[in-house]
């Protein structure tokens, strides 16, 4: 908005009644906008403040904006030109600030385009996009990627790098829905205090406003490049693992089923088809979830047991029988342990096929 723009609105607010003539003049001392039109035009000596006629300069960010000029008869005219003012200046600001940051963001969906075209990853202009962002190209981060089904506020979510703890981030809203951040870390936390530092940076963004939507932690990444590897964690977390609604979900949790999902159903086939004829009579959904539940309490039989409102002594039972069918040792072997999550997950993709018709 421009400064005219911003005095006739201005002007329109503040001016209650016709008891002050209010315009603004330009550095030569001519008036460009006024509460009364006739006004435009004229010449004021601004050095020349009299009782009925008060000039103050208006500078913002250390940047001269021209005058503003007070005129009424009233003995309360100073303190009002003042309050007028500052006023002024606090608008102005606002619109600064504003513009200010409607550029930062649109700098950011510009960097972030460039950090997620792997096909091109165009260094020189990241670093020149990085540069005026003013934000440091060494930090490490992570990406934050948060979805919202009922749609974000655009205007909210631009504020957000006014943030104090979002000053290094690097944001962008993806769609309405989804929303990816690349969060920095502070260069002097532990390893082990990753998580937690995180946990609370998405408190104090759900303290903020943005409460009701699920978020999805990738891995941590120091160089540029490898920023989009972050992101595709996140995706990867979307579509393999279930996610609630405010409660973070991260992907360094399940590095196992990461690795594991990698391993191709084909390149195995030849290997793990004696497992699938050794599976013929078994529940398949009962044993996935089972080898399943086992993982995620690190193979500790009192707790999946517990999980999956079974007696404990079931459970040995049916470990027992799926050591029998496999020749694995599930409750005492490193190997085993591996094998059953890898078995699991080929059964269960195999069972993914025949459901929906696939060859298998």
Not at 60 to 85: F, T
Not at 149 to 167: H, Q, T, V, Y
Not at 175 to 182: A, G, M, P, S, W
């Amino acid at each position: 908005m421009m400064l005219v723009e911003i005095f006739k609105e201005f002007i329109r607010v503040v001016q209650e009644n016709q008891k002050y003539t209010i315009g603004l003049l330009n550095q030569d001392g001519y008036v460009i906008s006024c509460s009364k039109e006739e006004y435009i035009g004229c010449h004021f000596d601004i050095k020349d403040s009299r009782a009925n006629n008060m000039f103050y300069k208006i500078r913002v960010k250390n940047q001269d904006y021209g005058y503003i000029w007070v005129s009424g008869d009233d003995e309360n005219l100073k303190m009002i030109s003042r309050l007028l003012l500052d006023s002024l200046k606090t608008r102005l600001m606002y619109e600064i600030n504003t513009k200010s940051l409607k550029q930062k963001v649109t700098k950011d969906d510009e960097l972030i385009k460039y950090l997620l075209n792997a096909g091109h990853f165009d260094l020189n202009h990241i670093l020149d996009l990085i540069g005026q962002l003013g934000v440091d190209k060494s930090k490490t981060r992570v990406a934050v990627y948060i979805i919202n089904n009922k749609g974000f506020n655009a205007e909210e979510i631009m504020r957000l790098k006014l943030r104090p703890d979002s000053k290094e981030l690097i944001y962008s809203l993806l769609d309405n829905n989804r929303l990816l951040l690349f969060k920095d870390i502070p260069g002097d936390l532990e390893n082990a205090e990753v998580k937690k530092y995180y946990r609370k940076y998405i408190r104090n963004l759900q303290d903020w406003g943005l409460q009701g939507c699920s978020y999805l932690v990738g891995s941590m990444q120091n160089k540029l490049k490898r920023y989009i590897v972050s992101y595709q964690n996140c995706l990867w977390l979307e579509k393999n693992i279930p996610f609630s609604i405010d409660e973070p979900l991260f992907f360094t949790d399940y590095l196992f089923e990461y690795f594991i999902s990698k391993v191709q159903l084909d390149d195995v086939r030849n290997i793990f088809d004696f497992y699938k004829d050794r599976s013929k009579g078994i529940d398949i959904d009962e044993f996935t979830t089972i080898a399943n539940q086992l993982f995620m309490n690190d193979y500790n039989i009192t707790q999946t047991a517990d999980d999956l409102f079974l007696h404990k002594n079931t459970l040995i039972y049916k470990l027992k029988k799926y050591e029998e069918i496999f020749n694995i040792d599930i409750r005492g072997s490193f190997q085993g342990k591996v094998l059953l999550a890898l078995i699991a997950n080929t059964l269960r993709e195999y069972q993914r096929q025949k459901q929906v018709g696939e060859k298998v």
